[in-house]
């Protein structure tokens, strides 16, 4: 069997031809994020996952012990594979069109959810500074990332933080702004571990 992995992008939509001759409909990333929302509200005692929802899986002392990348070489074609990109699989992504990097700053806003107390304006900007500074290699955790999208967490630092003023053309700082972003990002973070909780993603 041929290990090669490679992207056709003259397909219908966007299904890719991943390994081996299967398809999947969304780049392994997607995947990536529905496994992380399952280990996260495993961890979080205001969720509980339905595991007869997850046929296949390996169950949670698999999920919360296994490297993704692990997991993935052996699940992938089960539960996300088709011979035909016209197929379902086990596992659909409820959207066809999910928005990668939402899902990403969400998780991040998420982990750091219990950030200290920012003043007096709640814990919002701390969350924002924990991501930014995790995002730019700051907190040392990780190498730097910058993103291609318009707003990535790079962009939530709250010491440089503002709204462009198109009478002014100027910028000017907008804490209140980034506070409703990151509360955001926490909403839907929410609803993508209620989902996952359900056997769906997002």
């Keep these: ?53 997850y046929d296949g ?59 200290p107390v920012w003043g007096k304006r709640g814990n919002a900007l701390s969350i924002a500074k924990q991501v930014y500074e995790y995002e730019l290699g700051i907190s040392g955790e990780k190498k730097a990332r910058y993103g291609d999208d318009e707003f990535t967490a790079g962009s939530m630092n709250p010491d440089t933080f503002g709204t462009y003023d198109k009478d002014d053309k100027s910028h000017y700082a907008d804490p209140q702004r980034l506070q409703s972003i990151v509360g955001r990002y926490l909403k839907n973070a929410r609803r993508y571990l209620a989902n996952v909780c359900e056997g769906r993603f997002p």
Aim: with cysteine; net charge positive; glycine share 4%.
């Design 57 to 115: 899986w390996g169950g949670a002392n698999e999920i919360m012990g296994t490297r993704f990348d692990d997991w993935w070489q052996n699940h992938w074609i089960e539960l996300f594979g088709t011979k035909d990109r016209t197929d379902q699989p086990k596992f659909p992504i409820s959207t066809k069109q999910p928005k990668t990097e939402a899902l990403r700053l969400s998780l991040l806003c998420w982990q750091r959810r219990d950030a």
């Design 1 to 53: 069997m041929s290990n090669k992995i490679y992207f056709d992008k003259t397909v219908a939509y966007d299904w890719i031809r991943y390994k081996d001759g299967y398809w999947i409909a969304h780049r392994k990333r997607v995947y990536l994020y529905w496994f992380k929302y399952l280990q996260e509200a495993q961890l979080c005692e205001d969720y509980e996952i339905d595991w007869s929802k």
